[in-house]
């Protein structure tokens, strides 16, 4: 029966011949009793044999469709079997209890596997194109589920339940994920590879526009995170302008509803959920083990990686389509440099692209929600206390000399009500791109900038800092003082850039101690530069 429904894929000639059957046939078929003679005469007019004419209407009878009268193929069936049931039985066994394990043999393992168990029991062994149909014949599922377990099973063939996220307007639902970049990057002073970076982008599910991201040599972490969160909630005008990239239009900011992560540690740290706590923000977790869920950065970032295969340096996706290509090698990009090309092909190709979801750009997307949403968005009351609240912090005593942190001693005037005074520490906080300056809260909850105690140092970040510590171990020297950590990496470049920073940024002025009264000149003066971000 299955046979006959396959009327799409007829050719030309077998529909003919059936519709011209369906003509003679179904007149008979009506009847309860057939005589002799009509038999016949519809017998001679087809062509056919009497039998052949009683079983074409006993297929009609069955099922009254023109398909049904197709000429059936010759010969046995597909899925017809030969053996007899004991080496049948065998061979599943085989199949089942050796191929379908964990360990993956390969199939020539299993005909050798075969012939062996065969041979013991005094059996011929079945052709080996038997047990490739055997096999090619087993429920893909199954295959899955026993040698490559239940998870890959679910991945390749389980029911994609895309998610349920159906933002009505912008910043209702973020998306947010980690890749490693596929491009070598290199140190700023050498020019020498020193590894892949990682990436952390966010991403507005209801217009697809990047909400923010971060590149830095860390591995994922509840930092990346809270910097990336940073980046997709404030304004980027003076982030842009640092990179002397102002004419491009990046309108994305402001408090978002909800964000969508996955169940990574970082993703659960009690830094980022008690922030998101304090400003309002929902942290929602998607299913474990359903990637699916987070289609849209998944997405996004298979875009981005796209686009990073034409730099030099690049290490492919795959060690096939690298191919003899020496990433290391041909590697040219620093990190700043890296992140800036990045900000250019976010809001300088991606956002202006049409995306095929949407029928628009982002960018025009982004402008219309704004443009329907019935509230404004939301923003933090200060952007500079927002940045700093998401911050790594760790407790310091006050000292007489300043603040001791990473071997970098730190001293501004602000600290002198408290130096060598305070029983208890206060929270530091810093920015791990650029050390050139900490943020102490003072007991009222209040944060104050403090700088290097030696005006005279550059700029440094925390993965530079670690590096030149590895490399005054390697030469011996256990006792790590200040000049010798910089003395070990020296940035003597006016202007040079540490993750977007000036070089003047390492030597802020110092205010009197007034300043730490005067709190409405402190917030005034307070901009995005200052808070480092970047």
Same mark, same amino acid.
């Given at each position: 029966?299955?046979?006959?429904?396959?009327?799409?894929?007829?050719?030309?000639?077998?529909?003919?011949?059936?519709?011209?059957?369906?003509?003679?046939?179904?007149?008979?078929?009506?009847?309860?009793?057939?005589?002799?003679?009509?038999?016949?005469?519809?017998?001679?007019?087809?062509?056919?044999?009497?039998?052949?004419?009683?079983?074409?209407?006993?297929?009609?009878?069955?099922?009254?469709?023109?398909?049904?009268?197709?000429?059936?193929?010759?010969?046995?069936?597909?899925?017809?079997?030969?053996?007899?049931?004991?080496?049948?039985?065998?061979?599943?066994?085989?199949?089942?209890?050796?191929?379908?394990?964990?360990?993956?043999?390969?199939?020539?393992?299993?005909?050798?596997?075969?012939?062996?168990?065969?041979?013991?029991?005094?059996?011929?062994?079945?052709?080996?194109?038997?047990?490739?149909?055997?096999?090619?014949?087993?429920?893909?599922?199954?295959?899955?589920?026993?040698?490559?377990?239940?998870?890959?099973?679910?991945?390749?063939?389980?029911?994609?339940?895309?998610?349920?996220?159906?933002?009505?307007?912008?910043?209702?639902?973020?998306?947010?994920?980690?890749?490693?970049?596929?491009?070598? &990057?290199? %140190?700023?002073?050498?020019?020498?590879?020193? @590894? #892949?970076?990682? /990436? +952390? !982008?966010?991403?507005?599910?209801?217009?697809?526009?990047?909400?923010?991201?971060?590149?830095?040599?860390?591995?994922?972490?509840?930092?990346?995170?809270?910097?990336?969160?940073?980046?997709?909630?404030?304004?980027?005008?003076?982030?842009?302008?640092?990179?002397?990239?102002?004419?491009?239009?990046?309108?994305?900011?402001?408090?978002?509803?909800?964000?969508?992560?996955?169940?990574?540690?970082?993703?659960?740290?009690?830094?980022?959920?008690?922030?998101?706590?304090?400003?309002?923000?929902?942290?929602?977790?998607?299913?474990?083990?359903?990637?699916?869920?987070?289609?849209?950065?998944?997405?996004?970032?298979?875009?981005?990686?796209?686009?990073?295969?034409?730099?030099?340096?690049?290490?492919?996706?795959? &060690?096939? %389509?690298?191919?003899?290509?020496?990433?290391? @090698? #041909?590697?040219? /990009? +620093? !990190?700043?440099?890296?992140?800036?090309?990045?900000?250019?092909?976010?809001?300088?190709?991606?956002?202006?692209?049409?995306?095929?979801?949407?029928?628009?750009?982002?960018?025009?997307?982004?402008?219309?929600?704004?443009?329907?949403?019935?509230?404004?968005?939301?923003?933090?009351?200060?952007?500079?206390?927002?940045?700093?609240?998401?911050?790594?912090?760790?407790?310091?005593?006050?000292?007489?000399?300043?603040?001791?942190?990473?071997?970098?001693?730190?001293?501004?005037?602000?600290?002198?009500?408290?130096?060598?005074?305070?029983?208890?520490?206060?929270?530091?906080?810093?920015?791990?791109?650029?050390?050139?300056?900490?943020?102490?809260?003072?007991?009222?909850?209040?944060?104050?900038?403090?700088?290097?105690?030696?005006?005279?140092?550059?700029?440094?970040?925390?993965?530079?800092?670690?590096?030149?510590?590895?490399?005054?171990?390697?030469?011996?020297?256990?006792?790590?003082?200040?000049?010798?950590?910089?003395?070990?990496?020296?940035?003597?470049?006016?202007?040079?850039?540490?993750?977007?920073?000036?070089?003047?940024?390492?030597?802020?002025?110092?205010?009197?101690?007034?300043?730490?009264?005067?709190?409405?000149?402190?917030?005034?003066?307070?901009?995005?530069?200052?808070?480092?971000?970047?």
């Amino acid at each position: 029966m299955q046979k006959w429904q396959q009327w799409e894929s007829a050719s030309d000639a077998d529909w003919g011949l059936a519709v011209q059957r369906e003509a003679v046939i179904r007149p008979l078929a009506e009847r309860q009793r057939l005589c002799t003679e009509d038999v016949e005469e519809a017998a001679r007019h087809l062509g056919i044999g009497r039998s052949v004419l009683y079983c074409l209407v006993h297929r009609y009878r069955q099922r009254p469709q023109t398909s049904s009268l197709l000429p059936l193929k010759r010969g046995r069936d597909a899925n017809t079997t030969v053996m007899d049931q004991a080496r049948e039985h065998l061979l599943d066994s085989c199949i089942r209890e050796f191929y379908l394990r964990p360990e993956r043999p390969s199939f020539a393992a299993l005909v050798r596997e075969v012939k062996r168990q065969f041979a013991a029991q005094q059996l011929p062994a079945p052709h080996y194109r038997t047990v490739k149909r055997r096999v090619e014949g087993l429920d893909m599922r199954l295959v899955l589920q026993r040698r490559h377990g239940s998870k890959k099973a679910r991945e390749k063939l389980g029911p994609v339940n895309i998610s349920t996220l159906r933002p009505e307007s912008p910043m209702d639902v973020l998306q947010m994920d980690h890749t490693p970049v596929d491009v070598i &990057v290199v %140190d700023n002073e050498r020019r020498l590879p020193i @590894g #892949r970076p990682w /990436l +952390t !982008l966010a991403i507005d599910v209801a217009s697809r526009m990047v909400a923010g991201f971060h590149v830095s040599l860390w591995a994922p972490s509840a930092l990346s995170v809270s910097l990336t969160l940073s980046h997709a909630v404030l304004s980027k005008n003076e982030w842009l302008a640092d990179r002397e990239l102002q004419t491009l239009d990046w309108p994305v900011a402001g408090l978002p509803r909800t964000i969508h992560v996955d169940n990574a540690k970082e993703f659960h740290s009690e830094a980022l959920v008690r922030g998101c706590q304090e400003y309002g923000i929902h942290l929602d977790h998607r299913p474990r083990g359903k990637p699916q869920y987070g289609g849209h950065i998944e997405r996004l970032i298979g875009t981005m990686m796209g686009a990073v295969h034409l730099l030099p340096g690049t290490t492919f996706s795959n &060690v096939k %389509d690298k191919g003899a290509y020496e990433s290391e @090698g #041909r590697a040219r /990009l +620093t !990190l700043p440099e890296l992140e800036r090309w990045l900000a250019l092909q976010i809001a300088g190709v991606y956002h202006l692209s049409v995306h095929s979801a949407l029928a628009m750009t982002p960018l025009a997307a982004w402008h219309e929600g704004i443009a329907k949403k019935r509230n404004p968005l939301r923003r933090p009351s200060d952007e500079r206390e927002f940045f700093l609240d998401f911050l790594p912090a760790v407790p310091r005593q006050i000292q007489r000399d300043g603040i001791h942190f990473n071997n970098i001693r730190y001293w501004d005037n602000i600290l002198s009500p408290w130096a060598g005074r305070l029983i208890d520490s206060l929270l530091v906080k810093y920015d791990p791109r650029n050390l050139s300056r900490v943020y102490v809260r003072d007991p009222s909850g209040r944060h104050w900038p403090v700088p290097y105690a030696n005006l005279g140092q550059p700029p440094i970040s925390l993965w530079e800092l670690d590096e030149a510590r590895k490399e005054l171990r390697k030469q011996g020297k256990n006792s790590q003082p200040e000049r010798a950590i910089f003395a070990q990496h020296p940035r003597t470049t006016p202007n040079c850039r540490n993750g977007g920073f000036h070089r003047k940024e390492a030597a802020p002025a110092r205010e009197d101690s007034r300043r730490f009264q005067d709190s409405t000149r402190v917030q005034s003066s307070a901009g995005i530069s200052e808070r480092g971000i970047g």
